[in-house]
């Protein structure tokens, strides 16, 4: 069994927890998730299953779309509603006007140095920075450089604030939340996350552990099964002639004249990657070298 399932994660879950669950649905052992989910937060979690655990690290890396709902006023230990209450600046709210919230949001979009919160799986020494939090002890991070692609904010009814964030990979909303409230000088966290969108997998196509195990039950999980070409949609895709297929089976350089398509110039002055395919099977990913003129494997995956 290869390939990826859109899982709906459900709130109490931990990411760990939908993959542990997936080995005794599916009886696979080789299964791995693209991007960990707070246990509060629910949305969208692509699960890796068989030799499809290979893009596990790609997908982590993808884009991904939130909806969130700031509270203002109140900040927390962990950023968010289940942890402990460290500041209550609800009594400021009433001075801030809906042109100063609104200009204190946006002004996150785009490169954005983001210190991450230490209620995460980030690990410092070997340690998770969730453990040394629990333990009582706080640690310096280092800032790291993220990108908000855009924020929509949806509904404003103080203290909450419904936006839609649309972010590069390493973001923590809940520490945007954080960040958007102390800008504004009273505080915020994160009231409620889900995750809309990881690369081309959305919420409306992802399926709840129970409708998984219903496919199981009727023979249909091929149904549900995505082939692991559909991460890289936005590669074209090229296929080798029979004499380049062994090169290509073995990872090899392959040159212009081993595929049947013709290659695009202008693509290949951006080093730019492509799908490989032999025949109709997905082979690897393959990346133009500027240098040497010719595409390096970057990913087999068969």
Known sequence: MNGIINVYKEAGFTSFDVVAKLRGILREKKIGHTGTLDPAATGVLPVCVGNATKVCALLTDKDK???????????????????????DRSALLSSITEEQ???????????????????????????????????????ERKARLIHIYGIEIKE???????????CSKGTYIRTLCNDIGEKLGV???????????????????????????????????????????????EYPALSVTGEARKLLLNGNRLMENDFLEDLNVSLLETGARFRI?????????????CDRQDLKCIKMFL
């Open 65 to 87: 779309e939130y909806e969130a709902v700031l509270q203002l006023g109140l900040t927390t230990d962990t950023q968010d509603a289940t942890g402990q209450t460290l500041q």
């Open 101 to 139: 919230l609104r200009d204190a949001i946006m002004s996150f979009v785009g490169d954005y140095e983001q210190i991450p919160p230490m209620y995460s799986a980030l690990k410092v020494g070997g340690k998770k920075l969730c453990d040394l939090a629990r333990e009582g002890i706080e640690v």
């Open 156 to 166: 404003l009814s103080l203290p909450f604030v419904t936006m839609r964030v649309h």
């Open 187 to 233: 505080g915020g966290l994160m009231k409620q996350l889900i995750r809309t969108r990881v690369s081309s997998f959305s919420l409306d196509q992802a399926l709840t552990l129970d409708q998984i195990e219903a496919y199981r039950d009727h023979d249909r999980l091929e149904e549900i099964l995505l082939p692991v070409d559909v991460v890289f949609e």
């Open 277 to 289: 395919y032999d025949g109709k099977r997905f082979c690897a990913i393959y990346g133009w070298d």
